[in-house]
């Protein structure tokens, strides 16, 4: 998962817990990201919703990177329970979610 820091997820899961307050700040963290870091955001959510198994990231991050056709912060503030699915998504691929968003606050 070299294309993303578990740090900057993190960040968006602690920024997307506070949605009421913090969409704008965290619109403009993930626009800033480059389309790699997108695209691994994705693939992480994607693997915590189940759509993909831990072993599958390069699958996951492929389609992420080929089916981009909205943008990316449209997409995750949209989806139903994003922060739920970035935190399992993180764990499945063997990272300790809380540790990093403690480390982040």
Known sequence: MEQ?????????IVMARELDRAEGELRAFIDRMDEEEQAALVAIMWIGRGAFEAEEWAEAYRTAMAEASTPTADYLIGTPHVVDNLESGLEALGYDAIDEEDAVM
């Not at 993303?4 to 968006?12: D, F, G, L, Q, Y």
């Open 4 to 12: 993303i820091s578990v740090r900057k997820v993190a960040a968006v």
